[in-house]
């Protein structure tokens, strides 16, 4: 089922994001000299740093977000933030107008691990429910290689990246991600380019003890 | 300057309107025709093209089907001479036979007849001449006619409108132009028919290794979900409907050919049912929700496990049709059933059938003879009564499912068997748009009515003549 609340104008925000804040410069062709000139902003800095010590693993921070997100941990739009005992992370930002829409992004890593995680598929029908592993990320459609990362893209997702496309990609024996919803009037090519910018944007974060 | 809420959102109907407005203009450009047999003879059947290319894929044989269909619906004018309608139709439809084949390379026209036109043009002759249904009037234990107004089935919204159009005209050619001249050739300026809708769509193009036609066009129209749909993909959602195996093969879907109708006094021997319906579809809901083993398991059926990735092609011969045994174990095991899977229970031949012409029927053979096509109609391209039939000018993704089957009542029991109501009366309940339902969580019916579809020397106002 289509997720809750994804409505006419979910993702507005995106939309008006890329055009009103003006952050073509860093788009495809942007130099690599640039590109290694990207920091984690300071007002976001100090909570991907405590993820990144608390896992004992490198997180990728964004630099750059659709409007109104500002990549803060703990800031006004995450409303996810999850560790998990086995170290894997979810980082999630929601935008949620109720009658209007909404955007959401999400910013996972699966520390030592590389191989795509297991998800639940539950199927209740008649009071009587049925259990099915199935891959987290299915239906790889393109690759991509931005600012170092080598990127799959997939369109079938689970859990809290259903019906969003996920970039995945492996570093230093990690698997890492990041998704965004599509919703009407949101197309998919225009998630697609919110995920472009947002992967050119991303910085690693490196634990720091 | 920030872009304003309400800017983006005018601009994006702006670019809607647009699109749909002259999103066909575009489909000559997007489609070469591919080569075809020569059509050797003109068959009694209306809905029998002659000429259709069967080509291999993923080692399943296909028939490749026009690239260009449009269906003219009509009603005829009240006061109208049905004699010299009769005679002036049968002209109009004659001129198009001199000039082209019956073949995808030429154009196919088939018309199809109304219970309005039969109830109140030609009532008498229809009481007596109509077909009877056989099956249907033996289980029902009271006369029921091969031909019977549209239902709404159990997962149809409740707004489905059910139509009363007189006639019906499907045109069909890999040249669009030729189905241009054919539907200004039949309603130019004949004063009896007034039209009530047109609807346009497209098929397939994507074999030869290129983007198919509906992906093409889609991504044009600008339609959600679009981008996802395979390239080669035949229609929106991504598998090849036309193999061979699946489609009714020869005079199966005839009245005459399974025994299923009686036709009193053969007037309509070598025609056959129709019906059309428009239906809406989900894209982004298909591809984004359902990954290709899921969308495998809802089009086909759960067990399917032997399929390649991305396949688009997938073998449906009667060694893989389901039984409603095996449907109702998937259902039990799996909570779904497959589209094809359910659907099947009654829409392949139970036992080897040997038609009147001697023609052999295998067990397993599949009965209806589809002609559905994919649409950015939203939900017609144009309409009489555009309030009713809810018309808007943005371009959206769906199907103007149309099919052959010997009666309504076939068809019918083919409909539901989709819905989980199999042909032996078991009933397997799914909550309403639930996934385990095959297609429907993705599917939203607008428009349906059934038709009857005279032989070719009865195709214009059958039973006028009689009247």
């Known amino acids: 089922m289509r997720k809750i609340g994804v409505v006419s104008l979910a993702a507005l925000a995106a939309a008006v994001a890329l055009v009103a804040s003006g952050c073509g410069a860093d788009r495809a062709g942007q130099p690599a000299a640039k590109a290694a000139e990207k920091r984690c902003p300071a007002h976001a800095l100090a909570g991907w740093q405590r993820l990144a010590n608390r896992i004992h693993a490198p997180v990728y921070c964004p630099t750059w977000m659709p409007d109104p997100f500002d990549g803060v941990i703990g800031g006004q739009w995450n409303t996810i933030n999850s560790v998990s005992p086995d170290r894997s992370y979810l980082i999630g930002f929601i935008w949620l107008e109720a009658g209007s829409g909404e955007l959401h992004v999400n910013l996972r890593g699966y520390p030592a691990r590389t191989r795509i995680p297991t998800c639940v598929d539950v199927n209740t029908v008649n009071g009587i429910t049925r259990r099915t592993n199935i891959p987290c990320f299915s239906d790889p459609t393109s690759h991509l290689h931005v600012a170092g990362i080598d990127a799959t893209v997939y369109t079938a997702n689970q859990d809290a990246d259903r019906w969003h496309v996920l970039y995945a990609w492996r570093h230093g024996g990690s698997l890492y991600t990041l998704s965004q919803h599509v919703a009407v009037p949101l197309t998919y090519q225009k998630v697609v380019a919110d995920l472009d910018h947002m992967l050119r944007s991303l910085v690693l974060v490196r634990p720091s003890s | 300057m920030r872009l304003t809420r309400r800017r983006l959102l005018a601009g994006a109907a702006a670019g809607a309107v647009g699109a749909g407005a002259g999103i066909y203009e575009l489909v000559d450009h997007l489609a070469s025709s591919p080569a075809r047999p020569v059509a050797v003879r003109r068959p009694r059947e209306q809905h029998l093209l002659e000429g259709v290319e069967t080509i291999t894929d993923d080692g399943v044989e296909v028939l490749v089907p026009p690239l260009h269909h449009r269906v003219v619906t009509a009603k005829v004018r009240p006061g109208t001479d049905l004699r010299s309608a009769q005679a002036e139709l049968e002209r109009r439809l004659a001129g198009l036979d001199r000039r082209f084949e019956p073949t995808p390379a030429g154009l196919g026209v088939t018309v199809a007849w109304g219970l309005p036109y039969f109830r109140h043009l030609v009532p008498a002759a229809a009481r007596t001449h109509l077909p009877v249904d056989l099956r249907a009037t033996r289980e029902r234990h009271r006369p029921v006619s091969a031909l019977l107004d549209a239902v709404r089935f159990p997962s149809d919204p409740h707004d489905t409108v059910l139509e009363d159009n007189d006639l019906a005209v499907l045109l069909r050619s890999d040249d669009a132009g030729h189905v241009d001249e054919g539907a200004k050739a039949l309603f130019d300026g004949f004063d009896a028919l007034g039209q009530t809708s047109v609807r346009r769509g497209f098929v397939g193009g994507g074999f030869s290794g290129r983007q198919s036609l509906p992906k093409q066009m889609a991504v044009a129209a600008g339609v959600a979900g679009a981008e996802l749909i395979p390239d ?154 555009p309030t009713r039939d809810g018309m808007s000018r943005s371009p959206a993704a769906g199907v103007h499912f149309l099919v052959f089957n010997p009666t309504s009542d076939d068809f019918h029991r083919n409909r539901l068997a989709m819905d989980g109501v199999l042909p032996d009366g078991t009933k397997l309940r799914f909550p309403p748009g639930s996934r385990g339902q095959g297609f429907n969580s993705v599917l939203k019916t607008t428009h349906r009515q059934n038709f009857i579809v005279p032989p070719r020397e009865h195709r214009s106002f059958p039973l006028a003549e009689l009247a």
């Not at chain 2, 489609?247 to 309509?268: C, K, Q, S, V, W």
């Open chain 2, 232 to 385: 080669g993909s035949q229609l929106f959602l991504g598998f090849t409907s036309t193999q061979r195996a699946a489609m009714g093969h020869g005079r199966i879907a005839n009245l005459e050919t399974l025994g299923y109708a009686r036709d009193p006094h053969g007037y309509f021997r070598g025609g056959t049912t129709m019906h059309l319906s428009h239906v809406r579809e989900d894209l982004e809901g298909w591809y984004l929700n359902f990954d290709f083993s899921q969308r495998v398991s809802t089009a086909f059926r759960p067990d399917l496990h032997s399929v390649r990735p991305n396949a688009q092609t997938v073998a449906q011969a009667p060694r893989d049709v389901s039984s409603e045994r095996q449907v109702e174990r998937t259902y039990h095991r799996f909570g779904a059933i497959g589209h094809s899977a359910a659907i099947q229970t009654s829409s392949r031949l139970k036992q080897r059938h040997v038609g009147p012409d001697g023609t052999v029927y295998e067990a397993g053979a599949a009965i209806p003879l589809r002609a559905d096509f994919n649409t950015l109609d939203n939900p017609f391209a144009w309409s009489s009564q």
